[in-house]
């Protein structure tokens, strides 16, 4: 049910008195994709944050249909809001199939390989990292995450969560958005950020894809930073008596 690439993001070790812990993040690929698949197309974002994070990578339990009846092993979803099991970003209303099997998957895979300290997402993963971010808040959740980050991230539209976005969720966060995105419009993507009470926003003018270079490098670089120094920062105030 799930693909664990929990080595594929080693760098050499820091020249320090002792390595330092990298912090763990869950990756969750976008419609259609799957943990290989995303792993091998974010080569550059893996590249980027291996100084500071350790990847994890998953599938998502249901796979696409494809135009014959049959099923796309390759192609998954994390949940489908159509009756014919298809999935679209962009449909406001609509069930969300398979959603309770991927929370389920979530949880053993959490068990299993975590903690994590934080979740990243792309397209439907991003939306669905929205939706764990909501129910955490909400304190829903059996296990904890620490931050989010989201690559062309959105709302759901599917009726059963549209109460999860009722209220502010107070977690650090990390929005990346290509501004010629026609397949998830920079409009879907505020509306999601809106929601978060301090969010950092990295915009570029590319189009559907985790961008890597440049401003948005250095974004997830310093946004990565943070997220170990609240770590180191409560490792001291535990030490003191």
Same mark, same amino acid.
């Given at each position: ?113 975590? /903690? ?68 998830? /419009? ?12 301090? /969010? ?42």
């Amino acid at each position: 049910m799930s693909e664990e690439n929990s080595n594929s993001n080693q760098s050499p070790p820091i020249n320090n008195k002792e390595e330092r812990r990298k912090l763990k993040i869950l990756a969750f690929h976008g419609y259609r994709q799957n943990g290989t698949v995303f792993r091998a197309k974010i080569g550059s974002f893996r590249k980027v944050v291996s100084k500071y994070a350790q990847l994890v990578f998953i599938s998502a339990p249901h796979k696409v249909l494809v135009e014959d009846g049959g099923s796309d092993e390759d192609a998954r979803s994390w949940w489908f809001n159509a009756e014919d099991n298809t999935y679209s970003g962009k449909c406001l209303g609509g069930p969300a199939i398979g959603f309770e099997d991927t929370l389920e998957l979530i949880e053993d895979v959490v068990k299993e390989y975590g /903690p994590f300290d934080g979740f990243m997402g792309f397209s439907q993963g991003a939306c669905l990292v929205g939706l764990l971010a909501a129910m955490q808040q909400k304190g829903y959740l059996p296990y904890k995450f620490n931050f989010a980050i989201f690559a062309s991230g959105f709302r759901s539209g599917s009726l059963v969560h549209k109460g999860f976005y009722d209220e502010d969720i107070n977690l650090p966060s990390l929005h990346v958005y290509g501004e010629s995105d026609s397949i998830i /419009p920079k409009e879907m993507s505020e509306s999601l950020i809106n929601l978060f009470v301090k /969010p950092i926003i990295a915009e570029h003018s590319g189009g559907h894809y985790v961008a890597c270079s440049g401003s948005i490098k250095d974004a997830y670089l310093d946004f990565l930073h943070d997220r170990y120094q609240d770590i180191v920062e409560k490792q001291e105030q535990e030490k003191k008596p």
